[in-house]
């Protein structure tokens, strides 16, 4: 089982990274919070998690070990695959999918492509007192929010080697997208602000 890679990333894709390892490139599939924080060149370390199927081996990557075993427990429900439990990731960090399993919030869960209201009533069921309760405590009046949509999407787009100003540009592109959307989804966003920049270019 490999547990985690470190190295230089090699190159960076939507919904991927290539960490060299040994002298050997690694592909790791990402969601768009963890691709945010790596850049070409630098090192880095990520925790991972290997999918074994009969035609497949699929290695996914992840900012620290809270995220990957949240990726892992998701599994463990009824009709739950590694897509899917992406999926939930790149729309919620692991704090914030625990308070919707606390709080039995349906509408969280709905927000993930994928997964509809029987799936995420399914979810609450099995899931609910697995999870555990958050990590990190609530965020203090006057603390920095988590950085929203505008920002997430702008650091994957500067890491994925576009100058500022074309991730601005792009961010703008796909705002009317996100703010018709109750809880934008980065992943869908990053994958319209890339098609905006491809026309462009």
Known sequence: MIAFVSGPVAALAPDAAVV????????LQCTPNTLA???????????????????????YGFADDDEKQVFELLQTANGVG??????????????ALRRAFATGDE???TAVPGIGKKGAQKLLIELKDRLGAPVGSAP??????????RDQ??????????????ADEAVAAVAPQAEAAERPDIGA????ALRTLNRAR
Not at 22 to 27: H, T, V
Not at 44 to 58: I, P
Not at 189 to 192: D, E, N, S, T, Y
């Open 20 to 27: 060299e390892v040994g002298g050997i490139g690694m592909a």
């Open 37 to 59: 924080t790596l850049r070409v060149g630098q090192p880095a370390k990520l925790a991972t998690s290997l999918v074994v199927r009969e035609d497949s081996l699929t290695l």
């Open 82 to 95: 590694p897509r899917v439990a992406q999926a939930v990731l790149s729309v919620h960090t692991p704090d």
């Open 107 to 109: 509408k969280a869960l």
């Open 140 to 149: 203090a009046a006057g603390a920095p929010a988590a950085p929203g949509w």
């Open 153 to 166: 999407l702008h650091a994957a787009l500067i890491g994925l080697g576009y100058a500022p100003r074309e």
């Open 189 to 192: 966003l990053l994958k319209a």
